[in-house]
T-cell receptor
Framework: GNSVTQMEGPVTLSEEAFLTINCTYTATGYPSLFWYVQYPGEGLQLLLKATKADDKGSNKGFEATYRKETTSFHLEKGSVQVSDSAVYFCALRDYGQNFVFGPGTRLSVLP | KAGVTQTPRYLIKTRGQQVTLSCSPISGHRSVSWYQQTPGQGLQFLFEYFSETQRNKGNFPGRFSGRQFSNSRSEMNVSTLELGDSALYLC?????????????FGPGTRLTVL
């Protein structure tokens, strides 16, 4: 079946550092890929998505590119802020199937 | 447009009881999915409903059930509660069930089983 693997962390960075959270997937078809973010005490919010190979999703300074050849969708941000501290989930969805989420990566940004 | 709402937000039950959680999707959304989130198991898919029909189901025992009404509102029921059912239950809605349809999550219902 389909699956998502991501670094579980926790990841601790200083403010203005560069962020990369790795995400790789296994899928039988050609899924859409998503990054969601969960702040403490809240539900998940969509951060960005990409629906086909080579698409780049971007939002709030975060970017991720759908790489079919490496089955990856790594999340990057050039300069993190304390307010980016949260748990980040990589996910995929293929036609006719439910969402599959990775285990989540906890990010802590220190001032 | 109002977001996904879930009621109640917090619930405390004892073992053996049953519980019903409610989810109201974003207006116009016809697909509703439910997830269980725990520190140990992460985010686990329970089931998805689209136009009152269950489309997909996760690997949970039959004590977990759900339904969707004609107005797209959804409920999930857990019978004979166990301590391990303590979790955050998240509901998510989307316009449809296509692979590009984004899911929008509610704030969750925190269930504690004593």
């Amino acid at each position: 079946g389909n699956s998502v693997t991501q670094m579980e962390g926790p990841v601790t960075l200083s403010e203005e550092a560069f962020l990369t959270i790795n995400c790789t997937y296994t899928a039988t078809g050609y899924p859409s890929l998503f990054w969601y973010v969960q702040y403490p005490g809240e539900g998940l919010q969509l951060l960005l998505k990409a629906t086909k190979a080579d698409d780049k999703g971007s939002n709030k300074g975060f970017e991720a590119t759908y790489r079919k050849e490496t089955t990856s969708f790594h999340l990057e941000k050039g300069s993190v802020q304390v307010s980016d501290s949260a748990v980040y989930f990589c996910a995929l969805r293929d036609y006719g199937q439910n969402f599959v989420f990775g285990p989540g990566t906890r990010l802590s940004v220190l001032p | 447009k109002a977001g996904v709402t879930q009621t109640p937000r917090y619930l405390i039950k004892t073992r053996g009881q049953q519980v019903t959680l409610s989810c109201s999707p974003i207006s116009g959304h016809r697909s509703v999915s439910w997830y269980q989130q725990t520190p140990g198991q992460g985010l686990q898919f329970l089931f998805e409903y689209f136009s009152e029909t269950q489309r997909n189901k996760g690997n949970f025992p039959g004590r977990f059930s759900g339904r969707q009404f004609s107005n797209s509102r959804s409920e999930m029921n857990v019978s004979t509660l166990e301590l391990g059912d303590s979790a955050l239950y998240l509901c998510a809605s989307s316009l449809a069930s296509g692979k590009a349809d984004t899911q929008y999550f509610g704030p969750g219902t925190r269930l504690t089983v004593l």
